[in-house]
């Protein structure tokens, strides 16, 4: 594994400008106020042949009595426990302050190599950094985030402590699941539940997850990446830019995932909004898993399955391929299906077709119903053959794309999907116009 370097320090001294900065990607949500970085955020980064991990924490407030900061605090403390080098971030600008001192003893109690970085210095003055050597931490380095001065000495410093490692040449190819849904219908405490540990803040306020937060785990003999997004407000809802920002990240993580796990809250139901998302879903043609969570809180009888599909089969007509699981991330009822299914999503998204039973399956189909015909023109289909996966998408030549009806389109994508087990995946059919001979 590549050795981890993980920043920290009080709120709002610019540990997530200096990470996206060195990881040369905007990961981390960056708003000028503090707790806007919250779960541990983690990125790939290099310097100088040195290959690491870093790790963007939230501020530290130790003598903070607030619910989320101490959240917060544990989290950046499993940061700091899993570290081989903390790199602790001040603001200039600032000075020093009770919580400096504070989280220089809490550094200095792991027993780990701390490097001390000033922050926020734009105007290069010796002197502005005598004061932080009282820290005992060693030598200060003064750094400008903004301006991307000072960034290449410290981290030279920071790769002091780090052995060089060789990369592989080749990863296993790790499945991306993206966890989403509307805020506070248990997506981090299914990730949680899934990873077995608590990787991400749970609480009851809603927008509590702001980033995108990936995690790297190993499960049925297969190596996964779990994304935990934010979660998806209606457009009129969203008020503050930093949940503006988490919103894209969270559509972001749709776009990136391999499969995505829709997690709905059972007791309020499946809303307009969580059909929005299922939509964007099918759009952007990822397979994926209806998650009904909290179904330890709903009252049941020998039908309540039944009735909840019922809804699920009028509200999501229009992905009729989706397969659904009702779970409790609380109590981890079920939640053990959740992977497997995730596989199979993937499995079927990936899902071949050769060309000669393709075209078999699709003459059988013309046979059985015949095309449509438009003003004395009848539909010919040629032949056909997938030229994609992920998600599966079959061209079929015909001479002429206008003589198409969509009810028809409809009837093969039906044929095909009762010949091939394409559950949990849209598919793609594309209609090309061939010359006639």
């Known amino acids: 594994m590549k050795p981890i370097v993980a920043v920290v320090g009080r709120p709002n001294v610019g540990k997530s400008t200096f990470f996206n900065k060195v990881t040369g990607k905007k990961i981390s949500i960056v708003e000028d106020k503090p707790g806007v970085t919250r779960d541990r955020i983690y990125a790939d980064a290099e310097w100088c042949g040195h290959s690491f991990t870093l790790i963007d924490t939230g501020g530290i407030e130790l003598k903070s009595e607030d619910e989320m900061w101490r959240h917060i605090k544990t989290q950046a403390e499993i940061a700091i426990e899993t570290a081989d080098v903390i790199l602790l971030l001040c603001d200039v600008k600032s000075d020093i302050t009770a919580s400096d001192y504070d989280v ?28 932080y050597y009282s820290l005992g931490l060693g030598e200060p380095f003064g750094i400008s985030c903004e301006q991307s001065t000072g960034i290449g000495d410290l981290l030279d410093a920071v790769c002091s402590h780090l052995e060089k490692i060789e990369e592989e040449e080749s990863e296993d190819e790790a499945i991306k699941i993206a966890v989403v849904g509307k805020p506070n219908a248990g997506k981090s405490s299914l990730v949680n539940r899934l990873l077995g540990y608590d990787r991400t803040i749970v609480s009851n306020i809603a927008g509590t997850t702001r980033d995108a937060i990936d995690t790297v785990f190993n499960a049925l003999g297969q190596k996964f990446v779990l994304i935990d997004t934010a979660g998806i407000r209606k457009k009129k809802a969203v008020e503050e830019d930093i949940e503006y920002y988490s919103v894209i990240r969270a559509l972001g993580a749709v776009r990136r995932a391999d499969v995505c ?13 969580d059909v929005k998302i299922c939509g964007y879903i099918h759009e952007q043609g990822k397979p994926s898993v209806i998650v009904m969570n909290k179904w330890d809180l709903i009252e049941k009888d020998t039908h309540t399955v039944n009735e909840f599909n019922k809804k699920l089969d009028c509200d999501l007509a229009f992905m009729d391929y989706y397969q659904s699981v009702y779970v409790s991330a609380k109590s ?36 059985t119903t015949e095309p449509p015909s438009k003003k004395g023109r009848h539909l010919k289909i040629y032949y056909a053959t997938q030229d994609n996966v992920c998600p599966p998408r079959f061209v079929i030549f015909v001479n002429n794309t206008e003589l198409v009806h969509f009810s028809y389109k409809r009837y093969l994508e039906n044929c095909i999907r009762k010949a091939f087990d394409f559950s949990y995946t849209p598919i793609r059919i594309l209609f090309r116009q061939r010359d006639e001979d």
Do not use: H, W
């Not at 796990?261 to 909004?273: F, R």
């Open 104 to 131: 220089a003893d809490m550094l200095r109690r792991s027993r780990k190599p701390v490097v001390l970085a000033v922050n926020k210095l734009d105007n290069y003055k010796p002197e502005k950094l005598f004061d």
């Open 261 to 273: 796990l829709m997690v709905v809250d059972s007791k309020e139901g499946l809303s307009e909004q």
């Open 332 to 367: 981890g009822q079920r939640t053990d299906k959740i992977l497997t299914m995730a596989l199979k999503a993937v499995e079927n998204s990936r899902r071949r077709i050769s060309t000669g039973t393709l075209n078999e399956l699709i003459g059988d189909a013309v046979r």
